[in-house]
């Protein structure tokens, strides 16, 4: 069940509950006119079955020009808990319209909705104003490209809005993306039960995992809690989103040795660029401890030849070497990667090793001589 407590950061009218849904009245900006004072908006939240922050829903009727030629814009967004638009709905006999009051086509609909989604859209970049202006190009107002009443879209801006209706893509896409997504991220995280920071690592989605990861970097000191969980998250990590799990491994752990520890202990399954991240945040400490740098070559023989590379040339750097790099490198002599086995070979070569280490090289390079 939701908590009746309600802990945000912004100025909220009153809140009232309508069955499992939270009502909260909140103030926004009109971004048709900004210098307006702040109108008031009903922002419904919804739980899951569980009683977890599910998504946020919000009606809109707005306008969407500078006069009062264009219609009103009617809809109701919706978002996921983490603040993300995920889709819009309209009352049956009040669908979008574009230039001459034309009603949406479904194509419309479905790229409207793929603007919708993309926060990072140039529309963030541009008034209303600069769309209600003469392209300095070879647009003209001629063209076919026609939106709001007769100025042309510039063409800066024509792939981020839908044809013929500029101005509502770019008033939808202004709530839609920015200042309620802080709201709503705040009211989701004033719910972050450890249940329901769980529930989101354990979804396999980045957007949740993300989520729970920049709230539990906001608490300090930083929790070990979910050491374990985000370390085993890593090989699932792309690549905007694996130096921040490492940023929490770092933050979280006890000591600086552990966290290297988990990192080192999950190289193996990263890809290669994952890898050298983690490798090349080993290289920046001046101070790294010789064990971390023996567990290093320990985790070498299920990875890639980049990584080998870079972790080598690590050890290379440090000037160090042990019986147990030794044991580890003389391993990679026989990789399936010709490659993986010469920079072994390369690196060995410059050691004082060990009879056996020793024989093992002479062996490997007596037997490649010709690719050496």
């Given at each position: 069940?939701?908590?009746l407590?309600?802990?945000?950061?912004?100025?909220?009218?009153?809140?009232?509950?309508?069955?499992?849904?939270?009502?909260?009245?909140?103030?926004l900006?009109?971004?048709?006119?900004?210098?307006?004072?702040?109108?008031?908006?009903?922002?419904?939240?919804?739980?899951?079955?569980?009683?977890?922050?599910?998504?946020?829903?919000?009606?809109l009727v707005n306008?969407?020009c500078l006069?009062?030629?264009?219609k009103?814009v009617?809809v109701?967004?919706?978002?996921?808990?983490?603040?993300?638009?995920?889709?819009?709905?309209?009352?049956?006999?009040?669908?979008?319209t574009?230039?001459?009051?034309?009603?949406?086509?479904?194509?419309?609909?479905?790229?409207?909705?793929?603007i919708?989604?993309?926060?990072?859209?140039?529309?963030?970049?541009?008034?209303?104003?600069?769309?209600?202006?003469e392209?300095?190009?070879?647009?003209?107002?001629?063209?076919?490209?026609?939106?709001?009443?007769s100025?042309?879209?510039?063409?800066?801006?024509?792939e981020?809005?839908v044809k013929?209706?500029?101005?509502?893509?770019?008033?939808?896409?202004?709530y839609?993306?920015?200042?309620?997504?802080?709201m709503?991220?705040?009211?989701t995280?004033?719910?972050c039960?450890?249940?329901y920071?769980?529930h989101?690592?354990d979804s396999?989605d980045?957007?949740k995992i993300?989520?729970a990861?920049?709230?539990?970097?906001?608490?300090?000191?930083?929790?070990?809690?979910?050491?374990?969980e985000?370390?085993t998250?890593?090989?699932?990590?792309?690549?905007?989103?694996?130096?921040?799990?490492?940023?929490y491994?770092?933050?979280a752990?006890?000591d600086?040795?552990?966290?290297?520890?988990?990192?080192?202990?999950?190289l193996?399954?990263?890809?290669?660029?994952?890898?050298?991240?983690?490798?090349?945040l080993?290289?920046?400490?001046?101070?790294?401890?010789?064990?971390?740098?023996?567990?290093l070559?320990?985790?070498?023989?299920?990875?890639?030849?980049?990584?080998i590379?870079l972790?080598l040339?690590?050890?290379?750097?440090?000037k160090?070497?042990?019986q147990?790099?030794?044991?580890?490198?003389?391993?990679?002599?026989?990789s399936?990667?010709?490659?993986?086995?010469r920079?072994?070979?390369e690196?060995?070569?410059g050691?004082?090793?060990?009879?056996?280490a020793?024989?093992?090289?002479?062996?490997f390079?007596e037997?490649?001589a010709?690719r050496?």
């Amino acid at each position: 069940m939701w908590l009746l407590l309600l802990f945000l950061n912004f100025s909220t009218g009153s809140v009232v509950f309508a069955g499992s849904t939270e009502v909260t009245t909140i103030e926004l900006t009109d971004p048709v006119y900004p210098e307006e004072a702040k109108r008031q908006y009903t922002l419904n939240a919804h739980p899951d079955a569980a009683g977890f922050p599910s998504g946020y829903s919000m009606k809109l009727v707005n306008k969407v020009c500078l006069d009062d030629v264009c219609k009103l814009v009617e809809v109701t967004l919706y978002w996921d808990a983490m603040g993300f638009y995920e889709r819009l709905e309209y009352p049956e006999r009040r669908p979008l319209t574009k230039v001459e009051h034309d009603p949406f086509t479904p194509a419309d609909y479905e790229k409207l909705d793929s603007i919708l989604k993309d926060r990072k859209s140039i529309l963030n970049d541009h008034s209303l104003g600069f769309l209600a202006t003469e392209n300095d190009d070879s647009d003209s107002a001629e063209d076919d490209d026609l939106d709001g009443v007769s100025k042309a879209t510039p063409g800066a801006v024509k792939e981020a809005v839908v044809k013929d209706a500029a101005w509502t893509t770019w008033v939808l896409w202004k709530y839609a993306n920015t200042e309620i997504v802080p709201m709503m991220q705040a009211m989701t995280e004033s719910r972050c039960s450890p249940e329901y920071l769980q529930h989101l690592l354990d979804s396999k989605d980045w957007r949740k995992i993300e989520f729970a990861i920049h709230y539990l970097l906001k608490q300090k000191p930083v929790t070990a809690q979910y050491l374990d969980e985000v370390a085993t998250l890593l090989p699932s990590a792309d690549i905007d989103h694996i130096e921040l799990a490492m940023e929490y491994i770092q933050q979280a752990s006890p000591d600086k040795n552990t966290g290297y520890r988990k990192l080192i202990g999950v190289l193996g399954a990263l890809d290669e660029f994952n890898a050298g991240l983690v490798i090349e945040l080993l290289e920046s400490d001046e101070q790294l401890e010789e064990e971390i740098l023996e567990e290093l070559t320990s985790s070498l023989e299920q990875q890639d030849y980049y990584p080998i590379h870079l972790a080598l040339r690590l050890v290379e750097s440090r000037k160090f070497f042990s019986q147990e790099v030794e044991a580890n490198l003389v391993k990679l002599l026989q990789s399936k990667d010709f490659f993986i086995a010469r920079r072994a070979s390369e690196f060995l070569s410059g050691q004082k090793l060990s009879a056996s280490a020793s024989e093992k090289l002479r062996a490997f390079r007596e037997e490649h001589a010709s690719r050496l």
